[in-house]
């Protein structure tokens, strides 16, 4: 089944109050999007990028490209890391964006979303404020990356 007619189906399942939750199919091809998208990870350096490539690597996932963008203003919203995510779509060609910045209001942790090129989110992860987990950026993105995999049933295959 492909990408969108498996959205679709969940969603006319849901309107007729038959759905009971999420299937491996529907994983599947979660899955095979990420491994087939065109994918860009906006940020104002190159740091997050060469982070989510380690992890990507890990999976046999392509790597995805520095969108070289000025994601500050995306701190003004009530959702950061969303924001950045949605500045991508529009401001790139890719399938899929990898975005990362905070969760909501100051204070409330860090988010990392994937998205695809119609603000739909595939899956994420959050850590606590940095205050709190006291670990590098470097090391808090790696995790927040693996998560997020995880959580789609991705498996390590290095």
């Not at 959205?7 to 979660?30: C, F, L, M, P, V």
């Not at 529009?90 to 603000?119: C, E, H, T, Y």
Request: net charge positive; charged share 30%; glycine share 6%.
């Amino acid at each position: 089944m492909a990408f969108e007619e498996s959205i679709k189906k969940a969603s006319i399942q849901s309107y007729e109050g038959s759905r009971k939750g999420d299937t491996e199919e529907e994983i599947k091809e979660i899955q095979n999007y990420i491994r087939n998208a065109k994918i860009v990870v906006p940020n104002k350096n190159g740091i997050k990028v060469e982070v989510i490539n380690e992890v990507l690597k890990r999976f046999k996932i392509p790597p995805a490209e520095h969108l070289d963008v000025n994601t500050n203003y995306a701190d003004f919203s009530r959702t950061p890391a969303i924001s950045k995510a949605k500045i991508a779509i529009d401001q790139s060609d890719a399938d899929l964006v990898i975005a990362r910045g905070r969760l909501g209001i100051p204070g409330s942790g860090s988010f990392l979303v994937f998205m695809d090129n119609k603000s739909r989110i595939l899956t994420a992860a959050s850590s606590p404020s940095h205050i709190i987990h006291k670990q590098s950026l470097e090391k808090t993105v790696y995790r927040e990356t693996l998560d997020a995999l995880k959580k789609v049933g991705f498996k390590e295959e290095m």
